[in-house]
């Protein structure tokens, strides 16, 4: 797995956890072409190694992510062909997090808006400070949610309080998150990655194949109906009854002790 030469991304292996923290802090963390192509490069990389089996995804310094960095528009982003464009590019990287087979945990340090907040709604799990901030933000730049936020909010905190998230482009605090079923769990700032992470590492210890296409039909049959969801199910079941760890789970469970799984 070649990720080297990062610059607005770091990335450390902890165990079978990924860790890639967005690293333009001086720009609270805001997304640049080259951010979206270093974290595309990463998810990518998490995709093909059997050997991570989850990823934590959050900021460096006080915030998570500001969202797209206007800065860069300024420069003649959205002038370049589309495949090169911002929103392009963007959308191949939440796409690509999206269906990836790998549970993904946001740890959520500080303010997360715009794409910021997009790049949240788009893990599994959001794990958030005290200090955290999430907001749908466009609004106030004449804009709509353009990275996947009126296609996620909505299915995670419901219609209603989605539309009011987007619509006036409020700002809500990691309480009001908490309240709402936006966020898993809000810990103190200095708790707040290893809380992230022991969520992670459990998740890791998984069955990652069971995992992964419970992510994929719980994706995919939000957008079916019951009988192809069913067949959906039922794909998933037979791929999961090969694998090794489906049966250490029977053994397990027959033998009254805690499973180990290997992730295949």
């Not at 979206?36 to 089996?53: F, K, Q, S, T, Y």
């Not at 269906?99 to 946001?106: D, E, I, N, S």
């Not at 609004?139 to 353009?146: H, N, R, V």
């Not at 890791?204 to 939000?222: E, F, W």
Request: aromatic share 6%; with cysteine; proline share 4%.
């Amino acid at each position: 797995m070649d990720l080297a030469n990062l610059k607005h991304v770091t990335w450390r292996l902890d165990g079978a956890v990924g860790v890639a923290t967005l690293n333009r802090p001086d720009r609270l963390n805001a997304i640049d072409t080259a951010t979206i192509a270093e974290l595309d490069r990463v998810v990518a990389a998490v995709a093909g190694d059997p050997e991570i089996r989850a990823l934590v995804i959050t900021g460096e310094g006080r915030g998570f992510c500001a969202g797209a960095d206007v800065k860069d528009w300024d420069e003649g982003t959205s002038s370049k062909p589309d495949e090169e464009s911002w929103p392009a590019l963007m959308h191949k990287l939440m796409a690509r997090l999206y269906w990836l087979p790998k549970p993904v945990v946001a740890a959520v340090n500080g303010v997360a808006v715009g794409a910021g907040c997009d790049l949240t709604l788009v893990c599994d799990f959001r794990v958030a400070s005290t200090k955290a901030r999430f907001g749908e933000v466009y609004i106030k730049l004449g804009f709509a949610p353009d990275a996947g936020g009126s296609f996620l909010l909505p299915r995670i905190i419901g219609e209603t309080r989605a539309a009011e998230m987007i619509y006036t482009g409020r700002i809500i605090d990691a309480a009001e998150a908490d309240r709402i079923g936006l966020v898993s769990r809000v810990v103190e700032p200095d708790e707040l990655l290893g809380a992230a992470m022991e969520l992670a590492g459990a998740l890791a210890a998984g069955p990652t194949v069971a995992i992964g296409l419970a992510k994929q039909n719980i994706r995919a049959n939000a957008l079916v109906g019951f009988e192809q969801a069913l067949r959906n199910e039922l794909r998933a079941g037979d791929i999961c009854g090969r694998t090794e760890d489906h049966v250490e789970g029977l053994r397990a469970t027959i033998e009254k002790r805690p499973a180990h799984y290997v992730g295949r």
